[in-house]
């Protein structure tokens, strides 16, 4: 049992906001790991001997704390989008603490309080509306020892290890059994540490990628002339690259541009398909365009696409996006909500969602059987659609990134860090292309390099290795956040049963006496 004195209100309030606002510290771009491990540990020393009512009342402050610092950024799409978004998403930290403060007396407590963590995330994740999994405990571990656990443990498995590690820091303050739990804490860190030296499994292939950033004209956007412009500038980009490539002799075996680099139709419409094929032509060598397509069926709908063009047999193989941006790709209850919130017109076609994994066969000269998996920005915080590109055969991954909503806020340097993640879960390269924001190559070790800026056009060449061995983290995570999910179901329902058999004895022992 952890032991707490009492405490006023406002100053469990004001605690609540304080564990909140460290959790969220460990964050991008703040980057604070320790700050986050401290932060867990007061969250749960706070819910010691708390009623329901006031351990969800505290953990909907910690929530409203962590998610106002790390979330805010969405407010770019109107400020009662961030409030309810905020207040929902503080909803889970409430049921959380719910849980936790039922759990901390039970033997183990360290434990059931990880897998609460790990449950939460993965029910946030999925619910509702295929949910917002943006701020996961992993996230925080890009630049410390326990990353060196994603290949093996997935990002599930390494957020219950931040977790659990925090709570055995916790045990540290009551002077029971301290020698063991600061020895697993130092010896977990020790480990992870060594194995972020293992290096990648070798590779005897590669392909080079043109990576374009075509950038936004600002004079033009919200405009109808954007959508064109921004074509065009994947145009120029494109021969910008192309320049670099045969002024270093550097051969190219496809260009990638970033999501939403055609916001027309190139099957439909011409003009759209007459700067996509120009481009592809200038190349000489395969693109896959980022695109917005029309399905012939719901009407005024729309799907996020890649695409892969030949300069010569034109559109082959293509991937739309499966993890979809509720209230800002797709509008539920479309026909209830639309009518009562204008607001949500900004959202225009409603979006459909993809239904096949994220891989597309790319042949080019050089590996005429290439397959390439494919990553559309939201996507990169949900585990099963990432794995889905390398279970089905993804030798390399490009992630396609739109992001000028949010350019110069928070969310970009927590996507780019999410790109840095899923190369070192899956120990492959990601090659980033966005419109205006972050681009560049993620080595297997999460490793960066002359990375583009925002707000410009740009283009970089880059070298990517053929990856063919899948890790242990695309079976083990899936596996690690069900299995959570159950043990903190378990735990409560067992710390309910076990509390109501307390009480029970109590009033006998009243009694009898």
Known sequence: MISRPDLPRWLSALLAVAAGLLIGLGQPPMGLWPATMVGLALFTWLLARRR????????????????????????VLGVPVAIALILFMSLWYALAAIV???????????????????????????????????TRLAFTTTDQPLAGFLPYVGAAGVSFLVALLSQLLLTLTTRRRWLQAGSAVVATFVVGGLLLFVPPPPAEQSVTTAIVQPNVNRHEYGTAAYPRAVTNNALSSTVMAL?????????????????????????LDPTARRQVELSA??????????????PEAPPDSRQTSGIWWDPVHGPGDVYHKRNLVPFGEWIPFRDVLLPRLPILQQIGR???????????????????????????CFELAYDDTVYDTVRHGGRVLVSQSNENTYAGTFQISQQFNMNRIRAKELRREVVVSTLNSVSGIVDARGGVGDLTDEYTGAARIVEAPLRYRETAAVTVGPIISRVALALSVGAFGWALVAGRRSARAGKLGTTNS
């Open 52 to 75: 329901k009512r006031g351990a969800a009342g505290l953990g909907f402050l910690a929530g409203l704390a962590m998610n106002t610092l790390t979330i805010s950024w969405i407010s």
């Open 100 to 134: 936790i403060s039922r759990v901390i007396r039970l033997p183990l407590w360290p434990v059931w309080v990880a897998a609460t963590w790990v449950a939460t995330e993965f029910a946030s994740g999925n619910v509702p509306f295929g949910g917002f999994s943006w």
């Open 243 to 267: 320049a670099q490539a045969r002024t270093s002799g550097q051969h190219v075996d496809f260009v990638l541009w970033p999501e939403s680099s055609t916001d027309h139709d190139p099957y």
């Open 281 to 294: 032509q200038l190349a000489t060598v395969p693109i896959l365009v980022g695109a917005v397509t029309l």
């Open 350 to 376: 409603q979006s459909i969602a993809g239904e096949t994994p994220g891989v597309i066969r790319t042949p080019v000269a050089a590996h005429p059987s290439l397959t390439i998996g494919n990553v559309i």
